[in-house]
């Protein structure tokens, strides 16, 4: 007998599972009669991403496990492992037991009061219709991460361009601030006479700052995770900061090819209204130790996910995916202010 994780938009739940070489199909079934998912209803993957995908076209691309008749061994799936499932509708989640408030019940204090009421849902829309970058400003900042820092330490810079009609942003240009980065660490040094230097030039060309872009180390892409907790705290501060409602958080990162070599990856996102919200007033945990699940943003008080009471919620109930373009701008193409800090455009 083994168990098997599942994550979805729910959370993480678990599988028995009696036979290990039991199949893809036998698998889906085993769901259906314990996580009450049909069988029908069900797409699985071993690839997080799964959870990130907004329509079914998007979720039929991930085919490593459509065929029913694959046993999950030949999958790599053992013990403990972890399988991403995607379903469309609503389902009803094992909670906590239910207790009446009053004379015979339960009494609720005012915190529990306060977390029925916080609610953390998915938000299905960005503010952000689309992100496109400059080829020159992306491509910059991906080969001085790539080329120099061999994508060991994270590195971060804020992206200035302009918000178009219909919501779409463009990004035009690059800023790197100071900053010191660790494998898993990225602390920005932020030094205010810099900043409006930076500021006066992008308000010359008719731009402002429109979003953050931050690298993952090669040792984040062997985590369970889509941001950690301690990038989802910088990014919700930021986002709360700009005062936009379209900005943008950008993800760089390396990831394995079909061939056996490595890619580098953009992602865009926004930080959902409710993560800026919940960041905005205190309910965060902000001690981010080791001791913590990355994946797991901690709350100081509970809310509710789904029909549980937690303190914990799934970092990627908090990412609303934006979809990217490019362009190929005729700005400059590097842009040095003071002589220290490299700026791309």
């Not at 036998?26 to 314990?34: M, P």
């Not at 810079?157 to 035009?172: A, P, T």
């Amino acid at each position: 007998m083994m168990m098997i994780r599942v994550r979805s938009r729910d959370g993480l739940e678990r599988v028995t599972v009696d036979n290990p070489r039991t199949t893809v199909s036998a698998l889906k079934t085993l769901i259906e009669n314990q996580l009450r998912v049909p069988v029908y209803n069900q797409t699985l993957s071993t690839n997080r991403n799964l959870l990130l995908a907004k329509t079914p076209h998007d979720r039929r691309r991930f085919t490593d496990m459509s065929d029913p008749q694959t046993s999950i061994s030949s999958l790599g799936i053992s013990h403990g492992s972890m399988v991403y499932l995607a379903y469309e509708g609503e389902r009803s989640v094992a909670g906590p037991a239910f207790h009446r408030a009053g004379s015979f019940g339960k009494k609720m204090t005012m915190n529990d009061l306060i977390a029925k009421q916080m609610r953390i849902t998915r938000q299905e829309n960005p503010h952000c219709d689309s992100v496109s970058f400059d080829r020159d400003a992306a491509n910059a900042f991906q080969h001085y991460v790539n080329d120099s820092l061999a994508f060991a330490v994270k590195r971060g810079g804020f992206m200035y361009g302009s918000v178009l009609e219909g919501g779409k942003v463009e990004v035009n240009f690059i800023y790197e601030p100071p900053q010191q980065g660790t494998e898993g660490n990225l602390i920005l040094l932020r030094d205010p006479d810099e900043e409006n230097l930076v500021e006066a030039i992008a308000l010359g060309l008719g731009m402002r700052r429109v979003g953050f872009i931050f690298t993952q180390t090669i040792g984040q892409n062997k985590k369970d995770y889509t941001l950690s907790n301690s990038e989802i705290l910088q990014a919700a501060e930021l986002h709360g900061q700009s005062g936009l409602k379209e900005w943008v958080t950008a993800v760089v990162k390396l990831e394995v090819n079909e061939d056996g070599g490595a890619d580098v990856h953009f992602e865009a996102f926004q930080m959902s209204d409710m993560c800026v919200r919940l960041f905005k007033e205190g309910w965060f945990e902000t001690d981010c130790g080791e001791g913590f699940d990355p994946k797991l943003s901690r709350m100081k008080k509970d809310v509710m996910v789904g029909v549980k009471d937690t303190k914990e919620v799934d970092n990627d109930f908090f990412l609303v995916v934006v979809k990217i373009v490019d362009h190929q701008g005729v700005l400059w193409r590097y842009l040095k202010v003071g002589g220290n800090f490299r700026h791309y455009l």
